[in-house]
T-cell receptor, first 115, second 118 residues
Framework: AQTVTQSQPEMSVQEAETVTLSCTYD???????LFWYKQPPSRQMILVIR????KQQNATENRFSVNFQKAAKSFSLKISDSQLGDAAMYFC????????????WGAGTKLIIKP | NAGVTQTPKFQVLKTGQSMTLQCAQD?????MYWYRQDPGMGLRLIYY???????DKGEVPNGYNVSRLNKREFSLRLESAAPSQTSVYFC?????????????????FGDGTRLSIL
């Protein structure tokens, strides 16, 4: 069975600096999708960025980018120019291309932004 | 621009009581999901509905039932609530084909229901 591990329960960063959140996953499959979601104190889960395993190019969305290392089964999220509004729980999730419904979630990383 | 709407937002129950959590989406998505979120853990799938008229068990279905009322609505019922079901419950929806292919489409979430069972 697939698993997703986020080894950092909590991270902190100074406002305007860059922070990287780590995510590793375990799978024997070659075709899958990876997602980062943000959960602010309001509780709603918001998609930050997604990556297709068949794409070698790392996904980027404005200040958010990923470092996808397929062989290492690593999918880290880099947040540049951190802002106070980035403070939230961040969850990494995996979905097999064969099992299209179920997302496998990591336990989350709490990101604190210091002003 | 409502997206996924869950009701209620908060609820306190006594052990043994029953209740239904409601979820509705206005994005014309065919797939819908119920998750629970417990402290220190990622979301766990309770049930999902690939399309109108179908429902399937997820990772933690025991103690729950679901109904896909129509394409928009997907409800979660606790028949006899237990303290172990104290959690935050999330409903989500996504675009998938009738054959179950979701591709890179993300799931869209509601604001959650905080449920406490005494």
């Amino acid at each position: 069975a697939q698993t997703v591990t986020q080894s950092q329960p909590e991270m902190s960063v100074q406002e305007a600096e860059t922070v990287t959140l780590s995510c590793t996953y375990d799978t024997s499959e070659s075709d899958y999708y990876l997602f980062w979601y943000k959960q602010p104190p309001s509780r709603q889960m918001i998609l930050v960025i997604r990556q297709e395993a068949y794409k070698q190019q790392n996904a980027t969305e404005n200040r958010f980018s990923v470092n996808f290392q397929k062989a290492a089964k690593s999918f880290s999220l880099k947040i540049s120019d951190s802002q106070l509004g980035d403070a939230a729980m961040y969850f990494c999730a995996y979905r097999s291309a064969d099992s299209n419904y179920q997302l496998i979630w990591g336990a989350g990383t709490k990101l604190i932004i210091k002003p | 621009n409502a997206g996924v709407t869950q009701t209620p937002k908060f609820q306190v129950l006594k052990t043994g009581q029953s209740m239904t959590l409601q979820c509705a989406q206005d994005m014309n998505h065919n797939s819908m999901y119920w998750y629970r979120q417990d402290p220190g853990m990622g979301l766990r799938l309770i049930y999902y509905s690939a399309s109108e008229g179908t429902t399937d068990k997820g990772e933690v279905p025991n103690g729950y039932n679901v109904s896909r009322l129509n394409k928009r609505e997907f409800s979660l019922r606790l028949e006899s609530a237990a303290p172990s079901q104290t959690s935050v419950y999330f409903c989500a929806s996504s675009v998938c084909t009738g054959e179950g292919y979701c591709g890179n489409q993300p799931q869209h979430f509601g604001d959650g229901t905080r449920l406490s069972i005494l």
